[in-house]
């Protein structure tokens, strides 16, 4: 069974700068797609942004558009997520996802469609 493993969470001011990165346990590791997601205390985990490989696509919430972007280091085998002008609501964990199967495009804005999950970093932005 595959594995993904996050890094790169941490303390920031807000305002500042984060990167993240994701790594499959297994080199071999093929997916359709790859996502990013952050669940806050309390709160039900929400869609960061997703890379389809396939359409080339990259997929962001409203909420962090222009400010995040998800890149994939070939020569690495790491999916990144480079966060921009943090703030502190949102603070959370940060959880890498991947899709083995194609799906749906809208599925892919929800965690149903994900099959392996990562166990996630802290981000905490403080204000």
Avoid: H
């Avoid at 499959?24 to 997601?37: E, K, L, V």
């Avoid at 696509?57 to 690495?76: E, M, P, Q």
């Avoid at 943090?86 to 603070?91: F, I, N, S, W």
Wanted: hydrophobic share 35%.
């Amino acid at each position: 069974q595959v594995q993904l493993e996050e890094s790169g969470g941490g303390l920031v001011q807000a305002g500042g700068s984060l990167r993240l990165s994701c790594t499959a346990s297994r080199r071999t590791f093929s997916s359709y797609a790859m996502g990013w997601f952050r669940q806050a205390p309390g709160k039900e985990r929400e869609f960061v942004g997703a890379a389809i490989w396939g359409a080339a696509t990259y997929y962001y919430a409203d909420a962090v558009k222009g400010r995040f972007t998800i890149s994939k280091d070939n020569a690495k085998d790491t999916l990144s997520l480079q966060m921009n002008n943090l703030k502190a609501e949102e603070t959370g964990v940060y959880y890498c996802a991947a899709s083995r199967w194609p799906r749906s495009g809208s599925d892919y804005y929800t965690v149903n469609g994900y099959d392996v999950w990562g166990q996630g970093t802290q981000v905490t932005v403080s204000s």
